[in-house]
């Protein structure tokens, strides 16, 4: 479902000979380039929100001061608002400047303490030192043998990056029947699974601090929200496929199994949080 996304540490994570693959090929220019459509920014904000408590662990995670915060790969700024009130400033920092189009105009877009700015990650001016950089299902289409050590020299003593996703909890009636249609219509034929946590650690980039999982939470969503959802991931933009007939396809499983109209589930947040570090190139 939209914004449930896999965990990123998933049980298992595909090795390619002896290494740890750095990123996973359905992440690559070309998927990472349908951010920049307008359409798909706006249905971002379809896909399943972080539960409140995420944000009661990333504010714990907040030790020093001035409380800045960074970002990385906001989107539509799904961290940054709900964020912005408890921060000194937020810098967020998104390569599509239509997903930061989408963000300003959405609730908490304007807050004072957010500065958006247009940039690849791989290249934003770091204004250090913060006391929080967050990434919300985002670090995978960087280049984070190049992201993390800057990380490690612009955090404060006991700064800390936090990585974050969605994830679905119950396996509803409808979920089978939308795999199949979302696998007939996806661009993402061959889909490698990817947990880059093993391979930030084997490359001497991250040491793990601790990792949580939410408390459930209800998601609900009109069948017209949820299915516009769907088009926010990037293997199923609009532009990409035929989106009629998806849309047509989705309707029919959700109208079989949600008479009122209503689609409901129980949504958790993953929060993964430790120290970036430099890496072994600089051994």
């Known amino acids: 479902m939209p914004g449930a996304a896999a965990p990123f540490r998933s049980q298992r994570h595909r090795r390619w000979g002896r290494a740890v693959i750095a990123r996973a090929p359905q992440f690559d220019g070309e998927h990472a380039r349908r951010w920049q459509d307008l359409d798909a920014a706006t249905s971002c904000q379809f896909r399943a929100t972080y539960p409140p408590e995420t944000f009661e662990i990333l504010l714990d995670l907040i030790q020093d001061e001035p409380r800045n915060v960074l970002d990385i790969g906001c989107g539509t700024g799904a961290l940054a608002r709900p964020l912005a009130p408890f921060a000194s400033s937020i810098e ?33 001016a770091l204004r250090p030192p913060y006391a929080l950089i967050a990434a919300g299902q985002s670090l995978h289409w960087m280049d ?9 020299s612009a955090l404060t003593a006991n700064g800390m990056l936090a990585v974050m ?11 089978g029947p939308i795999r199949e249609v979302v696998k007939r219509h996806s661009t993402w034929k061959e889909y490698v699974p990817f947990d880059m946590i093993p391979f930030w650690q084997q490359r001497g980039l991250f040491e793990l601090r601790g990792e949580r999982r939410t408390a459930p939470v209800e998601f609900v969503q009109t ?19 035929d ?19 209503v689609v409901r ?6 929060v993964l949080w430790g120290k970036p570090l430099a890496g072994l190139g600089a051994q």
């Open 92 to 124: 967020a920092v998104d390569f599509s400047p239509e997903m930061v189009a989408v963000g300003r105009s959405l609730p908490g877009g304007t807050h004072p303490s957010i500065s958006w700015t247009v940039s690849r990650g791989e290249e934003y």
């Open 144 to 152: 984070t043998e190049l992201l993390l050590p800057r990380f490690a």
């Open 165 to 175: 996703n969605t994830v679905a909890v119950d396996e509803r009636p409808w979920d």
């Open 223 to 241: 069948v017209e929200e949820c299915t516009a959802g769907f088009h926010g991931l990037s293997h199923l933009t609009r532009a990409h496929i």
């Open 243 to 261: 989106a009629p007939a998806f849309d047509a396809e989705v309707r029919e499983v959700l109208a079989a199994h949600c008479a009122d109209g």
């Open 265 to 270: 589930r129980q949504i958790a947040g993953n």
